[in-house]
């Protein structure tokens, strides 16, 4: 549940916001991510109009209620301000009506001043509730960008996701998160992890305790996000269990309603697991540029099988 509150203590210093009236209101729910410029609604044509929005009034409003009369300004104004109302923002730092502020005062409406003009408000606070009202949820594993990829390693408790996060580190790869990975969907297509801020650049090891990969390795070497390109789940190995050794059946899987390729990558003593998410991500590279090693193996494969049938099938006839 996001407030007006949330918005005013987290954003309003940076957004140049003075609140004038209304402070009673803080308490109220934003529905919506979109705001609204009233525009044609302060001449009383209210179709289509919605109530739920943010609204911001610019210099064209703000000019075009100091023509109207006391009463009329109260009318027009008070048909747009309702109990859903979130909250009323004036930009350029301009002078609301004293109607606005009666309104506002009355209904316990947040009313904010901005020095910002009404463009960047519009543009701003729409991304920063775009991003509150994103999709979102959380999952257990470690996120790593490996030669500009994002990989999701995941995997049962001690099967090796840090340590094998830890040698792609020393290898010159870069930290997102360990242990708790925070999913977001934006613009609706693609998936971008982060990590808490509690937990920010550390790591747990077994037999070692937190570290702090900022300090170990540098500053390069982590980063606050990531896109999720592909999820790798460490296994431990089960001779029972048939594994892929083509790579011809792609597998994916479903986080927040994308799609995202999926790997099962079975560990045991002797298996460097780095260099195996290392060769997993330039193969995922390689599929993105339009080559597929198994796809084309298949082709070579299939090719041969025909030249052989057919000088198979002429040395039939020759027989005959």
Same mark, same amino acid.
Request: glycine share 10%.
């Given at each position: ?35 609204? +410029?009233? @525009?044609?609604? /302060? #001449? ?7 109530? =739920? %929005?943010? !609204?911001?009034?610019? $210099? ?15 009318? +027009?104004? @008070?048909?747009? /301000? #309702? ?7 004036? =930009? %350029?730092? !301009?002078?609301?009506? $004293? ?222």
């Amino acid at each position: 549940m996001y407030l007006v509150r949330h918005l005013y203590e987290q954003h309003g210093r940076d957004l140049g916001f003075e609140i004038i009236a209304g402070q009673q209101g803080l308490a109220r729910k934003i529905q919506r991510p979109e705001l609204q +410029r009233p @525009g044609l609604s /302060l #001449t009383g044509y209210l179709k289509g109009f919605v109530f =739920s %929005r943010i !609204l911001v009034l610019g $210099k064209q409003e703000v000019e075009y209620l100091r023509e109207l009369s006391s009463e009329m300004r109260e009318k +027009r104004l @008070g048909a747009i /301000l #309702t109990a859903t109302t979130p909250a009323v923002i004036i =930009s %350029r730092g !301009l002078r609301p009506p $004293k109607e606005l502020i009666a309104l506002c005062a009355k209904h316990q409406i947040p009313l904010f001043r901005s020095s910002a003009s009404t463009t960047q408000l519009l543009n701003r606070i729409g991304f920063l509730l775009t991003e509150e009202f994103s999709p979102n949820l959380t999952l257990h594993g470690t996120l790593v960008e490996v030669f500009g990829i994002g990989v999701l390693i995941q995997g049962e408790s001690s099967v090796g996701k840090s340590e094998a996060a830890l040698g792609l580190i020393e290898r010159g790869h870069r930290l997102i998160s360990d242990d708790v990975v925070r999913v977001k969907k934006r613009e609706g297509s693609y998936l971008v992890g982060s990590g808490p801020e509690l937990t920010r650049h550390l790591m747990e090891i077994r037999g070692i305790g937190i570290i702090n990969v900022a300090h170990l390795y540098g500053a390069v070497c982590v980063r606050p996000d990531k896109g999720i390109d592909i999820v790798v789940k460490l296994e431990e190995w089960d001779d029972k269990h048939f594994y892929d050794r083509v790579g011809l059946d792609e597998k994916f899987i479903d986080i927040l309603g994308t799609s995202v390729p999926y790997h099962l990558l079975p560990v045991k003593p002797g298996r460097d697991v780095v260099l195996l998410l290392e060769t997993i991500a330039l193969n995922h590279r390689l599929k993105d540029m339009g080559y597929n090693s198994a796809k084309e193996f298949n082709v070579k494969l299939l090719e041969t099988i025909a030249r052989r049938q057919k000088r198979k099938n002429i040395r039939e006839k020759t027989h005959k």
